[in-house]
């Protein structure tokens, strides 16, 4: 059983910037490839991005290239999702997910656990 437990969502003006942060139990974390997911009010759940365990299969959706970066520290158990140039429509709950064979996919059905979310409203 792997938990996931994120943090750092908040209110920000657009334009500003936030760093969301998942930490993940287990002793494997390292072999995880882990992704980000949103979900705005009455809409499907969204890639945003992903990277394989080995890091070297990175993916972003199209609508956060250039603003958003996804990284980890495996020392910590924990991904991280920079995010600049925040605008409205990043309005949404954001959830981290991981894959136990580490592939970073852009599809939430190859993710075998979630997190429970953490909001994040853009002012305009």
């Known amino acids: 059983q792997v938990q996931l437990v994120e943090s750092g969502g908040g209110l920000v003006q657009a334009g500003g910037s936030l760093r969301l942060s998942c930490t993940a139990s287990?002793?494997?974390?390292?072999?995880?490839?882990m992704g980000w997911f949103r979900q705005a009010p009455g809409k499907e759940r969204l890639f945003v991005a992903a990277?394989?365990?080995?890091?070297?299969?990175?993916n972003y959706a199209d609508s956060v290239k250039g603003r958003f970066t996804i990284s980890r520290d495996n020392t910590k158990n924990t991904v991280y999702l920079q995010m600049n140039s925040l605008k409205s429509e990043d309005t949404a709950v954001y959830y981290c997910?991981?894959?136990?064979w580490g592939r970073g996919s852009t599809s939430s059905a190859e993710y075998h656990y979630w997190g429970q979310g953490t909001q994040v409203t853009v002012s305009s």
């Open positions: 997910a991981a894959d136990l």
């Open positions: 287990g002793r494997t974390f390292g072999n995880y490839g």
């Open positions: 990277f394989s365990w080995s890091g070297g299969n990175t």
